[in-house]
Structures are given as C-alpha cells and as structure tokens.
C-alpha cells in the first residue's frame, strides 16, 4: 500500500499526493478496524440506492484464510503430549549418559569436568537441542502452554496470533481464521463478513442468516421467506428448525445425524403411523416408542419390537443385532421438509456455488488474499471487512459505470437519508430529537 501512494495515479489523487508510510497505514489500520465494518455497511446504502440487493436469496459459505502464525508456533493437547514425551526420553537418556560418565571416570581416575571436543559434540546431541537444564527448561514451558490451552476454549495455543487456531478440513490443515460470508444473490455483492471461533460450519446457518438480514435490513416475513443457500458443512438441525420457524427457507443437503445411522434399512423405508405413534417396518411389523434420549442438544424418539423381530427373515438385511431400533430426531419433519424442498427446486440450490463461492475465488485466488497481514480476530476482522468493501466496489462498478455510482454517492436523496439515519441513531442512543423534529429540520434543510 505504501509503494502505491508513489506510483499508482489514482491513489496518489485520491489521497491528495499523501505518502504515508507502512508504519502510518499500519498504525491507521490498527486504529480504525471497527471503523471498517461500518464503511462497508455505509457502502450498502449506495448500493441499495442503485437497487443492486435482490433481498430474496442469501448464499452462505465460509473458508479458511491463514494468519500470521507458523504450524511450529501454535501447539495442541496432543502436540504438547508429544513434545513432552521426547523431552523426557531425551531428559532421560542425558542423566544415564552422565552417569554412564561419572562411573567411567571412577574407572579411570580422570576427571569429568573437561571433555574433548567430539565428547562435548555428543552430549550436546542427546535429546532435541541443548543440555539437561535446557531441556528442563523447554519441559517447563511446555506445562506453561498445556496450562493456556486449558484455559483457552480452543483448546489450542499460537504465540503468534493468539486469536488463530489451527483448521483441517479436507484432509489439509492450516493455523488461520474461519472466514464466514452472507452474499446476495442479485449481484453477488457481499452484504456480511464474520470471523468465528468455531472450526467448522455446523453452528453457523442461523446466526450468519440473521447477520445477514441485520446488515440488508431484511424483515423476516413467513409469509414471503427469505431463501438462504449452504452446502452440507451448514446442516444442523436446530439451527434449520430456528431458521424455519423465523421465516427463512433453508436449502441445504441434510446430513444424517450421527446418532441414527444404522446399516441395513433407512428410516425412510418406515411408514409412520401418527395415529398410535409408531413406525411400520418393511416386513409390515409394528416398532412402538420406548424411552426417549437426548444427545448433545437433540431429543430423540426411540422406537422398537423385540418380539416381533425375533425370527423375522429379513432381520439380517435390517440390522447386525437382535433387533431393530428406529432412533427418530425430534427435527425429523423439518429435516424431511428441506430434503424434499432441495429435491424439488434443484434450480435453486444449484446457483450456490456461483453466488457465494465467487467471492471466496476473487479474492483468495485472483488477488492473492489468502492470508491475513495482521494479528488478533478484530485486527483480522478490519482487513476483512476493508477486503470485501473492495470487492463490492468494483462488483458495482462493473455492473452500474463510474459515472452512475458517483451520481448516486453525490445524490441529495441519499445525502438526506444519511443524516436522517444518523440522527435516529442519536436519537436513540441519547434521546435528542423528536421524529417530529427531525421531520421538520429535514424539510427545511432539503426544501431546495
């Protein structure tokens, strides 16, 4: 950024032949990273005033961006147990050498105090690098970094970047953030960027969805739901049923819940009876409901017939033991309702990866921006939202002109929207002025 104050003729006449340093951008950076997010949320305003939101479709998608911190800095449980383990063998075998030494010299009659050249070579060799009090040392730094991963909900310690941890997915791992990002469908402008604790996306469609609509100002209506898209990695089934009953469609491949998996027959080859509660199996036997469970978050039904499966012949195509269990989620018609709806509009779920996916692409693959230049999630947090402002840049640029979105940004209409925004805001916080006034000074204001 410093080298294109000097050399790029755009930059140097937006910022008025400014050269800042990269201390000064860096310290600028620093400053103003809550800044950022709303910058790109203001950005939203120019781009709803060009009519660029559809506000009917929402795509959800997240990814791994790497941060300032190498795999060798940031440890795990099991890495430090490892770590620890060589550090004892290691510890180990240095005393029984020195003891091996001192028995030798008893021998002898020569002292232990100097040792030749190649000796000294071969001490220093035992274990991983350094004497005993070295490693005495590094053992204790290692129960110092357990103790900060007991304390850190991760689990995990980088020296580097403390707020990073290290992701795999995909058999590939990295020390980075979880990127999270909410595109709208329309023009695949980003309206929300997030970087979350989590390692994964399983907790992540409802409160993405909500950031989403918070940042497009969408009202949530059953009747006209807003249809949110996610691959595989998002199905969970309270967070579904959340969305479901708050007026947001869900489409998404359901994955089957761990918990009722089972070989041999589906629980879609079972014919529910809601009448008497209970589930009709393949060869027309009645599985009736026994005690309930609950596992993790989820209540789930337990059906099944000990009786009738004794010498039933198809027991062997319909489970390995003694009889069958149909384990039913407590979200299994919200479950059906999602997979049947994906199976109907394939259409739909089939624009995904072109709306949510292309940003991700942009940015980590055409521009390089794979890694963060700043440590700690907030810092991180501002370079992103700082990117995806750029990103909606030039998406509006490419789809309105130059001259259309500098009309739109030096439009009087949007002007008189900004403040009116900004004194409801004050207003609320502090209970300035009363609607009726701000009424009032705007027609006065903007009467010409």
């Known amino acids: 950024m410093e080298a294109e104050t000097h050399r790029n003729l755009e930059v140097i006449w937006l910022i008025e032949r400014a050269h800042p340093d990269h201390w000064t951008i860096n310290h600028f950076r620093k400053k103003n990273a809550d800044a950022f997010k709303k910058v790109l949320r203001n950005f939203h305003n120019i781009a709803d005033f060009l009519h660029l939101f559809g506000r009917e479709i929402e795509a959800i998608d997240g990814s791994f961006f790497k941060a300032l911190n190498n795999k060798s800095k940031n440890f795990t449980r099991a890495k430090l147990n490892r770590l620890e383990e060589k550090i004892d063998k290691a510890i180990s075998e240095y005393t029984e050498a020195l003891a091996d030494g001192d028995d030798e010299s008893e021998d002898t009659g020569k002292g232990t105090e100097k040792t030749t050249e190649e000796d000294a070579r071969e001490v220093e060799n035992l274990g991983p690098k350094g004497n005993l009090k070295e490693l005495r040392a590094k053992k204790h730094r290692i129960e110092q970094l357990r103790s900060d991963c007991e304390t850190n909900t991760s689990g995990q310690v980088s020296l580097n970047d403390p707020d990073s941890r290290l992701l795999q997915k995909g058999g590939r ?28 996306d399983a907790g992540q469609l409802r409160p993405m969805a909500k950031a989403g609509c918070e940042a497009l100002g969408i009202e949530l209506d059953p009747e006209h739901p807003l249809k949110v898209l996610a691959d595989a990695g998002y199905s969970n089934s309270v967070q579904m049923a959340e969305c479901e009953n708050s007026g947001i469609e869900v489409h998404l491949p359901v994955k089957e819940t761990t918990a009722i998996k089972t070989v041999g027959f589906r629980i879609e080859d079972f014919r529910y009876d809601e009448d008497k509660d209970e589930y009709i199996c393949p060869a027309h036997k009645r599985l009736t409901r026994h005690s309930d469970k609950r596992i993790k978050e989820t209540n789930y039904r337990v059906y099944y017939n000990c009786a009738a499966c004794k010498g039933c012949p198809q027991l062997a195509k319909c489970t390995r033991g003694k009889y069958r269990k149909v384990t039913v989620s407590e979200y299994r018609e919200i479950e059906d309702r999602v997979k049947q709806r994906v199976t109907d509009n394939p259409e739909i779920y089939a ?16 521009w390089g921006y794979g890694q963060f230049s700043v440590t700690g999630k907030r810092g991180c947090e501002g370079e992103l939202n700082l990117m995806a402002l750029c990103y909606n840049w030039k998406r509006v640029l490419k789809e309105k002109g130059f001259e259309c979105v500098m009309k739109a940004i030096t439009s009087p209409k949007l002007a008189k929207e900004a403040v009116m925004n900004r004194f409801r805001n004050r207003n609320k916080a502090v209970g300035g002025l009363l609607t009726s006034q701000l009424k009032n000074w705007s027609q006065i204001q903007f009467s010409r």
């Open 351 to 366: 624009q995904r990866k072109q709306i949510v996916e292309h940003p991700f692409g942009t940015l980590k693959s055409i």
């Open 173 to 200: 791992s990295v020390v980075g953030h979880n990127v999270q990002c909410v595109v709208d469908a329309r023009h695949h402008l980003i309206a929300h960027v997030e970087i979350v604790d989590a390692g994964n």
